[in-house]
């Protein structure tokens, strides 16, 4: 069915014939070079300056004042907003006035993408400006942009629906720029690891993310399937048994940015499709692994913020090193009063009732235990703690604690509730590791669709011998959420996954009925 135009994009759709009627190509291909930013020009202008700074730039027209002759109007580009000047004489200098009199005047549009030069100058009013001498149109904008107005401090016609912002991220950023720092921050934190590991000679790899078995965590894969070689394969749900793979072939210490995929349920701490950081070295264990990661989280607030303090949900978190370490052990009796030591699945199912805990009969001893602490303790667990220590049923790939039976050499880190990092010795005992595979086959079986297929070849490689090793995960979107202070995944996902819709809920366009006056 043919989409309906709304009466300002049949304007638009107007103005662009009226334009190549012109002669003016709307969307030209040659390359405009800029040579300033808003943001350069700024910061480097001077009013003791002899001779005026030529200027070169580009971006969004965002708003217009014309007064007859000469007009203010606002250009926004990847750094902020600056005002232009702009008099019919100056771009129009010849006898014909059109470019003045009608392009300008009449055939823009806000959200149209202009190159100007000019030189900067300081108005009457204090601030600093463009003189624009030419102007040429780069991009014509066919739909209307929410006009964000302030005035007298307070901000009208917003565009802060959240679903709107996720699906059409491209206008979220153009309307709310300060948007945009949050993924700046993001690739800086993404620079800080780097820096980080690269420093002490780690190997930055990349693994498959289609795989024949999914391994290296518990959770419900996606599935596809190969026409070629007639085989399923699967996205990946972790890095780890390849990275493992390398350490058994020879490096000591490997990492690797992995998107990772789990079709699992979303909510405001997961996505479906998510980025996690994987990080294995040799000869080292889980002690070790909690004073580095310490290190690297207090490096990299630094790095991101300047800071090791984030403010969020009305608490101060402080990522400075030592971190508290607690056994899950002790947390669930600290916070719960409930000693899981020695317990019958039997009975940690019953007390999982007694909770209002939801459980089924697929749920092993692992996963009971799992949903306590996070009934328990999670709430609790603000400032970032080391849970340590992990009974042996809920962590397959871990080596056995060296002195307490029943208990494995994991931590996972917590900060506000909420798993940020997991980390283990890891077990490099082949035969040990194919028991473990085989108990979670069995709970396969019982219908927990979250447990572990075995991997053969993963055992075959540990049958060559893997030294000891200690591994690390860190989940990025939520150490995003941390260093920039938001609440929810999406927020730091540039295109969090959306259930698509065949009508968007309320177009653009139609919440700000007049978002093109000026």
Not at 143 to 154: M, S, T
Not at 245 to 263: Q, S
Not at 369 to 375: A, P, Q
């Given at each position: 069915?043919?989409?309906?135009?709304?009466?300002?994009e049949?304007?638009?759709?107007?103005?662009?014939?009226?334009?190549?009627?012109?002669g003016?190509?709307?969307?030209?291909?040659?390359?405009?070079?800029?040579?300033?930013?808003?943001?350069?020009?700024?910061?480097h202008?001077?009013?003791?300056?002899?001779?005026?700074?030529?200027?070169?730039?580009?971006?969004?027209?965002?708003?217009?004042?014309?007064?007859?002759?000469?007009s203010?109007?606002?250009?926004?580009d990847?750094?902020?907003?600056?005002?232009?000047?702009?008099?019919?004489?100056?771009?129009?200098?010849e006898?014909?006035?059109?470019?003045y009199?009608?392009?300008f005047?009449?055939?823009?549009?806000?959200?149209d993408?202009?190159?100007?030069?000019?030189?900067?100058?300081?108005?009457?009013?204090?601030?600093?400006?463009?003189?624009?001498?030419?102007?040429?149109?780069?991009?014509?904008?066919?739909?209307?942009?929410?006009?964000v107005?302030?005035?007298?401090g307070?901000?009208?016609?917003?565009?802060?629906?959240?679903?709107?912002?996720y699906?059409?991220?491209?206008?979220?950023?153009?309307?709310?720029?300060?948007?945009?720092?949050?993924f700046?921050?993001?690739?800086?934190?993404?620079?800080?690891?780097?820096?980080?590991?690269n420093?002490?000679?780690f190997?930055?790899?990349?693994?498959?993310?289609?795989?024949?078995?999914?391994?290296?965590?518990?959770?419900?894969?996606?599935?596809?399937h190969?026409?070629?070689?007639?085989?399923?394969?699967?996205?990946?749900?972790?890095?780890?048994?390849?990275?493992?793979?390398?350490?058994?072939?020879?490096?000591d210490?490997?990492?690797?940015?992995?998107?990772?995929?789990?079709?699992?349920?979303?909510?405001?701490?997961?996505?479906?499709?998510?980025?996690?950081m994987?990080?294995?070295?040799?000869?080292?264990?889980?002690?070790?692994?909690?004073?580095?990661?310490?290190?690297?989280?207090?490096?990299?607030?630094l790095?991101?913020?300047?800071?090791?303090?984030?403010?969020?949900?009305?608490?101060?978190?402080?990522?400075?090193?030592?971190?508290?370490?607690?056994?899950?052990?002790?947390?669930?009796?600290?916070?719960?009063?409930?000693?899981?030591?020695?317990?019958?699945e039997?009975?940690?199912?019953?007390?999982?009732?007694?909770?209002?805990?939801?459980?089924?009969?697929?749920?092993?001893?692992?996963?009971?235990?799992?949903?306590?602490?996070?009934?328990?303790?999670?709430?609790?667990?603000?400032?970032?703690?080391?849970?340590?220590?992990?009974?042996?049923?809920?962590?397959?790939?871990?080596?056995?604690h060296?002195?307490?039976?029943?208990?494995?050499?994991?931590?996972?880190?917590?900060?506000?509730?909420?798993?940020?990092?997991?980390?283990?010795?890891?077990?490099?005992?082949?035969?040990?590791?194919?028991?473990?595979?085989?108990?979670?086959?069995?709970?396969?079986?019982?219908g927990?669709?979250?447990?572990?297929?075995?991997?053969?070849?993963?055992?075959r490689?540990?049958e060559?011998?893997m030294?000891p090793?200690?591994?690390l995960?860190?989940g990025?979107?939520?150490l995003?959420?941390?260093?920039?202070?938001?609440?929810?995944?999406?927020?730091?996902l540039?295109?969090?996954?959306?259930?698509?819709?065949?009508?968007?809920?309320?177009?653009?366009?139609?919440?700000?009925a007049d978002?093109?006056?000026e």
């Amino acid at each position: 069915m043919e989409r309906q135009y709304s009466e300002q994009e049949l304007l638009r759709r107007d103005s662009l014939q009226k334009l190549r009627d012109l002669g003016i190509n709307p969307y030209p291909a040659e390359e405009y070079v800029v040579d300033a930013t808003s943001q350069d020009i700024k910061d480097h202008f001077s009013d003791d300056e002899q001779q005026p700074r030529q200027v070169r730039i580009a971006g969004r027209l965002m708003s217009r004042r014309i007064m007859g002759k000469a007009s203010f109007a606002e250009l926004q580009d990847s750094e902020g907003r600056i005002q232009l000047y702009i008099t019919r004489d100056d771009i129009a200098p010849e006898e014909d006035k059109t470019l003045y009199n009608v392009v300008f005047k009449k055939l823009l549009d806000i959200g149209d993408i202009i190159g100007v030069e000019g030189f900067v100058f300081r108005t009457k009013m204090g601030e600093i400006s463009v003189h624009v001498q030419k102007l040429i149109l780069l991009s014509k904008s066919l739909r209307p942009l929410p006009v964000v107005k302030v005035k007298d401090g307070e901000t009208y016609d917003a565009f802060t629906d959240p679903e709107q912002r996720y699906r059409m991220r491209y206008v979220d950023l153009i309307v709310n720029p300060q948007n945009r720092d949050i993924f700046i921050k993001r690739t800086k934190m993404y620079s800080a690891f780097r820096d980080f590991f690269n420093s002490r000679g780690f190997l930055e790899v990349e693994t498959p993310i289609l795989q024949t078995i999914p391994g290296g965590a518990s959770a419900r894969p996606f599935i596809t399937h190969h026409n070629a070689l007639d085989i399923p394969l699967y996205l990946r749900i972790a890095d780890e048994l390849f990275l493992k793979r390398l350490i058994v072939g020879g490096y000591d210490a490997v990492y690797e940015f992995g998107k990772n995929f789990r079709n699992e349920g979303m909510d405001r701490t997961h996505n479906p499709e998510f980025t996690g950081m994987e990080v294995y070295v040799a000869y080292k264990d889980y002690n070790w692994m909690m004073e580095m990661t310490e290190q690297l989280l207090e490096y990299t607030a630094l790095q991101v913020n300047g800071k090791t303090t984030v403010e969020l949900d009305g608490k101060t978190i402080d990522l400075k090193a030592p971190y508290r370490r607690l056994t899950m052990t002790d947390a669930i009796k600290e916070y719960g009063d409930y000693d899981i030591t020695g317990k019958t699945e039997e009975e940690l199912r019953a007390k999982c009732k007694e909770l209002g805990i939801e459980v089924d009969d697929s749920f092993g001893k692992g996963k009971l235990i799992d949903e306590l602490f996070g009934e328990i303790c999670e709430e609790h667990l603000i400032q970032p703690t080391f849970i340590t220590d992990y009974p042996v049923e809920m962590s397959p790939l871990t080596k056995m604690h060296r002195t307490k039976p029943g208990l494995t050499e994991r931590f996972e880190l917590m900060i506000n509730g909420s798993e940020l990092a997991n980390a283990y010795t890891e077990l490099n005992d082949p035969i040990d590791q194919l028991e473990r595979f085989e108990d979670q086959l069995r709970l396969s079986e019982k219908g927990d669709d979250e447990a572990m297929f075995i991997d053969q070849d993963f055992v075959r490689a540990l049958e060559y011998g893997m030294p000891p090793t200690s591994g690390l995960g860190i989940g990025m979107d939520r150490l995003a959420m941390l260093l920039t202070e938001q609440d929810t995944i999406q927020e730091v996902l540039l295109f969090p996954t959306m259930k698509p819709i065949s009508q968007p809920k309320g177009e653009v366009e139609e919440e700000e009925a007049d978002s093109d006056s000026e």
